[in-house]
């Protein structure tokens, strides 16, 4: 093969390796074109390829996908199943055929960054499909969570029964009742007695009609002559006549 080819063969062996899931490495030896042919056909149907290697290419594509464990399996005439979908439909599929054809031999594989022996790949056809496993697995989850909401349930029914049978061990009287606080009449403001002001204002206003008084009298006492007595009566009007006439 040219260098070229080889280049391009080793590229493309690498391209299925990091697109693939999983790998199993099968010996074919004593199997025809036919049967190769039937098996690839049988594999394609679960999406995976079914190709016939060179071990030296197949070892230089290994080593640039960083897989260094495969040598001791790529001996002899092989052919590498690449699969991209269940590794465990694919498993089966290759033991039965193995069973149809006995010189078909899986000789190990390759799955999640872990090298495995030829023991080992033919324990996944022993395991159920992923769609199968997937669904007992949901079917456990849906159970945990319906026997938790039955417990929670259950919890909640004998708290309420609970409650219920101590309302009817403790007496009523021991409940105090709740009463409405009585509403109070607003007190009635009453108006403040008017104070007589007795201070020096007060005393001020009493003493001024007397002041005023004690004036008046002053000026009469002012207008009567000195030495005459204040008490005398005043003339009549004949008295005042006569005088006249003797003047």
Do not use: H
Request: hydrophobic content about 40%.
């Amino acid at each position: 093969m040219p260098k070229t080819e080889k280049i391009e063969r080793v590229a493309e062996l690498k391209a299925g390796i990091d697109g693939s899931d999983a790998l199993l490495l099968t010996e074919y030896r004593g199997l025809t074109v036919s049967d190769i042919t039937e098996l690839r056909r049988s594999l394609a149907e679960g999406g995976t390829k079914f190709a016939v290697v060179k071990n030296t290419l197949m070892q230089r594509a290994a080593a640039d996908a960083s897989i260094d464990d495969l040598e001791s399996m790529l001996e002899g005439p092989t052919a590498v199943a690449f699969i991209a979908g269940d590794p465990v439909a694919a498993a089966k599929k290759v033991v039965e055929a193995a069973k149809k054809f006995p010189s078909l031999i899986l000789k190990g594989g390759y799955m999640d960054g872990k090298v495995l022996s030829a023991d080992e790949a033919k324990g996944l056809a022993d395991l159920e499909p992923r769609e199968v496993m997937l669904s007992k697995i949901a079917g456990l989850l849906k159970g945990e969570m319906s026997r938790a909401a039955a417990m929670f349930v259950s919890a909640q029914s004998k708290f309420l029964s609970l409650l219920e049978a101590y309302k009817e061990k403790v007496p009523d009287d021991s409940v105090p009742e709740v009463t409405e606080p009585a509403v109070e009449p607003e007190p009635v403001v009453e108006p403040e007695p008017v104070v007589e002001d007795t201070t020096a204002g007060g005393a001020a206003q009493e003493e001024a009609p007397a002041q005023a008084e004690e004036d008046a009298s002053t000026e009469v006492v002012d207008e009567v002559p000195a030495g005459e007595e204040t008490n005398e009566t005043p003339p009549t009007d004949a008295e005042a006549v006569q005088a006249e006439g003797e003047e």
